[in-house]
């Protein structure tokens, strides 16, 4: 069987195959049969499959273990293989193996020492043999002492040497000294297993596989092995079209249930987003686009809330239905809520590189700033400079500012509206002579994701950027 276990972003994979059993055939007029002890089954396996079906890495256990190979059984009954555990991951996923001995689990080796750690000589023995034979009840001892089980174990060893030597070699010569490293930029096509991380480990033998000329009723099997154990590191570059960059509750979460029919959670405090969350913005004839179906994107917890008292009453919620369409769909693109981007972040502060890294491969970039706040523009100052600093050229792909919780624009206080009215003008000239290069304006575009203001003005825009965008990809690869 073969596991998988993970820190923050981090899985390792072990397991092992089922134990062989000590039987003896027995039946009317034949009370001292032959052996008929079953090998043990095959451990599981544990796989990686891409899938496009799934958005964010959020779900992935910190340890992932395939089953355990079934024991074998009497009357010649081989134990059942297990069956393979599948690690479902999104396209964009980024998978290595963790070598480095401070991150990375223990190996099989190094938990077998802090097994034995501690013990005598003898003690070291009986324990090694204890973790590889099984002996019929009450002939422990007798088998220990017996000279054909002593032929037996050294045979073993020598076969599991022969097996070491072999997989070593193999390793050498067509393993990545690097370790695993998979890049998934599209799904796993149909049918197929997926990408192998781990493999189960082989049942153990059964009695019968011990006897010989000499020794006709052996009363000793082997248990099964351990697989592999192995330590991987999976981080998602997002495939999204759209990736919303802000700082931590800018309201880039509210946003994305605003457009899209995400769940993404929403709080009123910074770092709601700890890992990339895609949804999907559908454009319908007549402008309309999917989202939350409600009028004000509330807090995550209270919206659970009246979901659950509506469920309670037997009613559905408004927030669950899909709303009939009379037109058709006019296209679709995905929106990227990535987590806070911070000062300093391209030095690893806060999120720093877990969130940099999975902006990489949107197409177009969208700054999203808290309108709300004293000074916007010093946002996106601290914004574009991390981009650069992470990466030169990164901040080219931005091609809109976000101006969110723009609620004072419609307030009832003319004053209030005309204070904004001013501000909105003072981001828009920072944006004209800080933020745009080469002859390619941003837009500006004031919106509210909590009441769902302007967002149309916003969709049309995004639609255009990520259009453009895929018609010079398709040019670039056509050259």
Known sequence: MAEACPDPGEHAARRKGGDGAVAFHREKFKPNGPPSGGNGGQGGSVYIVCDSSIGSLVGISKQIRAAKGSKGLGT??????AKDTVIRVPVGTVVREVTDPERRAKTKEEALE?????????????????????????HTEENEGSDFFKEAENALLREERAAE?????????????????LD????????????????????????????TLTNRSPKWATRGKEGDWITLELELKLLADIGLVGFPNAGKSTLLRALTRSQAEVAPYAFTTLNPQVGTVRVWEGGEFDGDGSNVIEDSWLKRKKDREAMDAGLIPESKLLGSRLGGELYRFTIADNP????????NVG????????????????YVVDFSGEAPWDELRVLKNELETYKTGLSQRARMVLANKADKLDDSDPDAVDEAK??????????????????????????????????????????????????????????
């Not at 501690?118 to 034979?133: A, F, H, N, P, V």
């Not at 998934?184 to 006897?211: K, Y």
């Not at 999120?351 to 969208?366: D, Q, T, W, Y």
Request: net charge negative; glycine share 12%.
């Open 351 to 366: 999120l720093g590189h877990s969130f940099l890294r999975s902006i990489e491969r949107s197409l177009a970039l969208v």
């Open 340 to 347: 806070g981007l911070i000062a300093r972040a391209s030095e």
């Open 76 to 81: 010649f009954r081989h134990g059942k293989n």
């Open 114 to 138: 802090d097994m034995l750690e501690g013990l005598d000589d003898d003690e070291r023995g009986k324990k090694l043999r204890d973790l590889r034979w099984v002996h019929y009840p009450m």
């Open 422 to 479: 001013a501000k909105l003008e003072k981001l828009k000239s920072y944006v004209d002579s800080e933020l745009s290069e080469e002859g390619m304006p941003l837009d500006v575009v004031p919106v509210s994701g909590k009441f769902k203001v302007n967002l149309e003005a916003a969709v049309e825009r995004m639609g255009r950027y990520v259009k453009e965008a895929r018609e010079m990809e398709g040019e670039a690869q056509g050259e």
């Open 165 to 181: 030597r072999e997989r070593i070699q193999e390793e050498q010569l067509y393993r990545d000294p690097s370790g695993l490293h």
């Open 184 to 211: 998934l930029t599209s799904p796993t096509a149909e049918g197929s297993q997926g990408h192998l991380v781990a493999r189960g480990g082989p049942g153990g033998f059964g009695n019968p596989h011990f006897l």
